[in-house]
């Protein structure tokens, strides 16, 4: 019979796991988006709507593969900071799920580690 903490850690490692390879293939898609469209932004909020979407998000979650805490708050406040520049600019929230479907590696990241810190806490006690 599996070990409770065993069956935890694997559980740990597998959404670990999950959240890289979800981000590479998020970070993927996007470049080859921006690849594909050859043609960059222009004007001030488009500028700055890039720079958080899709810059700051994949930089987050290439960052989240080393350190999943700050990666994973790079990925979600650079989606947070996209969704408030489009509504202040626009006055309309960004439209569709593809935006959180990029950047759901991030909250997977937070998510580990705010498990993860919990396991440690419970091996110490």
């Known amino acids: 019979m599996d070990n409770p903490s065993d069956t935890r850690r ?10 890289r390879l979800w981000s590479a293939a ?7 988006f921006i690849v594909g469209e050859r043609s960059l ?4 909020p488009q500028w700055l709507g ?3 979407f899709p810059f700051g998000i994949c ?4 960052v989240a593969w080393r350190k999943e805490n700050l990666g994973g708050f790079i990925t979600v406040g650079s989606l947070l900071a996209a969704y408030a ?10 439209k569709g799920c593809a935006w959180l479907a990029f ?5 997977l990241f937070l998510l580990w580690s705010r498990l993860s810190a919990t396991q440690t806490r419970l ?3």
Not at 26 to 31: E, Q
Not at 41 to 44: D, I, R, T
Not at 85 to 93: D, I, R
């Open 10 to 19: 694997r559980w740990l490692s597998g959404l670990r796991w999950a959240a």
């Open 26 to 32: 998020s970070v993927l898609l996007v470049l080859a």
């Open 41 to 44: 932004p222009y004007g001030l």
């Open 50 to 52: 890039f720079l958080f």
């Open 59 to 62: 930089v987050g979650m290439i």
């Open 85 to 94: 520049l489009h509504f202040a600019t626009t006055g309309a929230l960004l």
């Open 103 to 107: 950047a759901a590696p991030g909250f």
């Open 123 to 125: 091996k110490r006690a």
